[in-house]
């Protein structure tokens, strides 16, 4: 009966870690998600046409500024010569202009502007250099997803810090690679709908240079 009883537990281990690991495979982010790594790969491949495209399914993805998506650092380094994850950027690439040099600009202008006016996915392109990290914050009620993607080259983890005032302290922290990192990466879970909670999100750099990444929410 024992056996019975051990075998049964571990089996619903596996079967959680499972379910753990595929809740993320649909997301309403998922199209600006798969937009971003298009657009780094396309990038990367100096592919015209693909970088194009990607633009499209950027704005078809609706998405718009992460105005609130706060830096904690003590100083924020500059994005020139990284990629800025943005319609404007990517374009101009396609166009053949070196715009490396102008990211930081770049990135400003679409913080004003927004991407779409009616967006409901929010995007924000930060930076972190080699080998450290760089901690963010926001508030967030219910479901909340969340997603990074790195520049080419780039290999991220993420660790994910939630409190609000009625003593609420839990970690949502990646679980696979955390070391190696890996160039994209992606989560979702359950916040309280009746309080303001705070999500402090940290970008682990795993590589060994500097790198742009995007920050992906609903």
């Not at 790594?37 to 592919?47: F, G, L, W």
């Not at 080259?153 to 922290?173: P, Q, Y």
């Amino acid at each position: 009966m024992r056996k019975i009883v051990i075998v049964l537990l571990s089996a619903f281990g596996i079967l959680t870690a499972y379910a753990q690991e595929t809740c993320t495979d649909s997301m309403s982010i998922d199209a600006a998600f798969n937009a971003c790594i298009a657009m780094r790969d396309a990038v990367a491949n100096k592919d015209s046409v693909a970088i194009k495209q990607s633009v499209n399914d950027l704005k078809a993805a609706g998405t718009t500024n992460f105005s609130s998506l706060r830096c904690k650092d003590d100083s924020i380094a500059s994005l020139n010569g990284h990629l800025v994850f943005d319609e404007a950027f990517a374009d101009s690439i396609a166009e053949g202009k070196d715009v490396y040099g102008k990211a930081d600009d770049m990135n400003r202008s679409t913080a004003h502007r927004g991407q779409t006016s009616d967006g409901s996915i929010l995007t924000k392109t930060c930076f972190v250099k080699a080998g450290k990290s760089t901690k963010y914050s926001f508030a967030s009620k219910g479901h909340q997803e969340l997603a990074v993607v790195a520049e080419a080259g780039g290999l991220v983890t993420m660790k994910i810090h939630v409190t609000n005032n009625a003593g609420l302290d839990k970690r949502f922290d990646d679980t696979k690679n955390v070391k190696k990192g890996m160039p994209q990466r992606k989560t979702s879970f359950e916040l309280p709908t009746d309080r303001r909670n705070t999500v402090e999100l940290e970008i682990i750099n795993c590589g060994k240079k500097d790198c742009s990444f995007v920050v992906i929410s609903n």
